[in-house]
């Protein structure tokens, strides 16, 4: 069966610092994978999605980046964080048509 | 450019009892997909039920069931014979079909509370 891990669950990280938060999916091939932001009490905003190895679509201009090294390996990051990047991120996988994405638990980042 | 919308940010409801949770959408295609997802207070997002827009026939799944009206856009969900655990906030969700790359819109979310 498909699962995903996404790590770490909590961080609590200065301003200014670097960020890096990883998420793979287990069972699967070739997944599409996404990164969603979700502010205290609001919805989710798609930031990044990726097709393939290498291919990044960035859905907001932002203070972040991401990466996807590996097949089933997708990275959010940062060089210097900011107070706005604050909030519950969630990395989610999808493999096609008629399908809906299935998410990691999420990481709460705290940035003080 | 597709948009969810829901107008309850918050609604109550008696142990046992029913309760419905409005969503409408903005979108100019004819096919696609809809989801409600549920995110308890562990923050985990746990599918509810879907629908296809292609089919007449509103899915339910168990004590959920949906009422998806093509014409007016929208696509209200009614959780029947409520429990403590359905305590969450409920997400509704867009997804287009065509050029699918399984980007899901959601709308800002309900919080549900269900009481003993």
């Known amino acids: 069966s498909q699962t995903i891990h996404q790590w770490p669950a909590t961080l609590v990280q200065p301003v200014g610092s670097p960020l890096s938060l990883e998420c793979t999916v287990e069972?699967?091939?070739?997944?599409?994978l996404y990164w969603y932001r979700q502010a205290a009490g609001r919805g989710l905003q798609l930031l990044f999605y990726?097709?393939?190895?290498?291919?990044i679509s960035s859905e907001v201009p932002q203070n972040l980046s991401a990466s996807r090294p590996q097949d089933r390996q997708f990275i959010l990051s940062s060089k210097k964080l900011l107070l706005s990047d604050s909030g519950f991120y969630l990395c989610?996988?999808?493999?096609?048509?008629?399908?809906?994405?299935?998410f990691g638990n999420g990481t709460r980042l705290t940035v003080t | 450019a597709q948009t969810v919308t829901q107008s309850q940010p918050e609604m109550s409801v008696q142990e046992a009892e029913t309760v419905t949770l409005s969503c409408t959408y903005d979108?100019?295609?004819?096919?696609?997909?809809l989801f409600w997802y549920k995110q308890p207070p562990s923050r985990q997002m746990i599918l509810v039920i879907r629908?296809?827009?292609?089919?007449?026939q509103n899915a339910t799944e168990n004590r959920f069931s949906v009422n998806f009206q093509k014409a007016a856009k929208s696509f209200s969900l009614k959780i029947s014979d409520s429990q403590l655990g359905d305590t969450a906030m409920y997400f509704c969700?867009?997804?287009?079909?065509?050029?699918?790359?399984?980007?899901?819109?959601f709308g800002q979310g309900t919080t549900l509370q269900v009481k003993p």
């Open positions: 989610a996988w999808w493999t096609g048509y008629n399908s809906p994405l299935h």
């Open positions: 629908q296809e827009a292609y089919k007449q």
């Open positions: 979108t100019s295609e004819n096919n696609y997909y």
């Open positions: 069972g699967t091939s070739n997944p599409n």
């Open positions: 990726s097709v393939g190895i290498g291919q």
């Open positions: 969700a867009f997804m287009k079909e065509t050029g699918n790359t399984g980007k899901l819109i």
